[in-house]
C-alpha cells in the first residue's frame, strides 16, 4: 500500500507568510495526487488536481508542484482565510490514500 | 447544480452494521463522467478513504477495511449506499460521500457529512 507523509504536522505562520507543505509518497505516484483544503466543522476543498492543476475558483495564491514521491504545496501572502488543515491525497491502481494532514495555523 | 447529501443513523451499538445512504441531485449516479466515494474522519484525526465505486461495477477498498465494507448503487433512487459491518468505536466518525471526477481521480464535490457515533 502507498503511504502518503505530510511535513510539518503543524505550521505556524503570520499574515502575508509565504509557505510551503510537503507531502510524500512512499512510491511514485507520477502526477496523481491532490490536495485540499478543511476547515472546522466542513468537509474538505478541493484546491489542486494532478499535482499542480488550479481548481476553478481557488485563488492563484495557491500552488501546486511535484511529481513521482515529492510534492508541495506553497500559499503566497498567506491570507486569514488560509488557516485550516490542508491534506494530500494519492490515486495509484484505484487506490486512494490521505496524508495525515498539515495544520497552518495562526503565528 | 451537484449536491451529495448522506444520511443515516446516528448512534450504533458495538457489532452492528452501519448502513448509509448517500443521495445524489444534479446529475445521475450512471453516468460515464462520475465515479463515487465514501471518506470518513474520526473526530479530530485526518481523512481516511474508505472506498470508490467505478464503472461496471468494479468497487474498490481500503486494505484495511475491505473485509467489513461494501458499497453500492441503486440508480433508479439516484442514490450511493455504505454498509459496514461489524462495527466497534473506531468507527466513529464523519462519514462523507463525494464523487471522483474522472480525468483527475480526484474528490471534487463532498456532501456535508453526517456523524456515526459507535457506542453501547
Known amino acids: 500500500d502507498i503511504q502518503m507523509t505530510q511535513s510539518p504536522s503543524t505550521l505556524s505562520a503570520s499574515i502575508g507568510d509565504r509557505v510551503t507543505l510537503t507531502c510524500r509518497a512512499s512510491q511514485s505516484i507520477d502526477y496523481w495526487l491532490a490536495w485540499y483544503q478543511q476547515k472546522p466543522g466542513k468537509a474538505p476543498k478541493l484546491l489542486i488536481s494532478?499535482?499542480?492543476t488550479l481548481e476553478s475558483g481557488v485563488p492563484p495564491r495557491f500552488s501546486g508542484s511535484g511529481s513521482g514521491t515529492e510534492f508541495t504545496l506553497t500559499i503566497n501572502r498567506l491570507q486569514p482565510d488560509d488557516f485550516a488543515t490542508y491534506y494530500c491525497?494519492?490515486?495509484?491502481?484505484?487506490?486512494?490514500?490521505f496524508g495525515q494532514g498539515t495544520k497552518v495555523e495562526i503565528k | 447544480q451537484l449536491q451529495l447529501e448522506e444520511s443515516g443513523p446516528g448512534l450504533l451499538k458495538p457489532s452492528e452494521t452501519l448502513s448509509l445512504t448517500c443521495t445524489v441531485s444534479g446529475v445521475s449516479i450512471s453516468s460515464n463522467t462520475n465515479y463515487w466515494g465514501w471518506i470518513r474522519q474520526p473526530p479530530g484525526k485526518g481523512l481516511e478513504w474508505i472506498g470508490t465505486t467505478y464503472k461496471s461495477g468494479s468497487n474498490y477498498y481500503s486494505p484495511s477495511l475491505k473485509s467489513r465494507v461494501t458499497i453500492s448503487e441503486d440508480s433508479s433512487k439516484n442514490q450511493l449506499s455504505l454498509k459496514v459491518r461489524s462495527v466497534t468505536a473506531a468507527d466513529t466518525a464523519v462519514y462523507y460521500c463525494?464523487?471522483?471526477?474522472?480525468?483527475?481521480?480526484?474528490?471534487?464535490?463532498w456532501g456535508q457529512g453526517t456523524m456515526v457515533t459507535v457506542s453501547s
Open positions: 463525494a464523487r471522483l471526477v474522472t480525468a483527475t481521480l480526484v474528490f471534487d464535490i
Open positions: 491525497q494519492q490515486w495509484n491502481a484505484y487506490i486512494q490514500t
Open positions: 494532478k499535482a499542480s
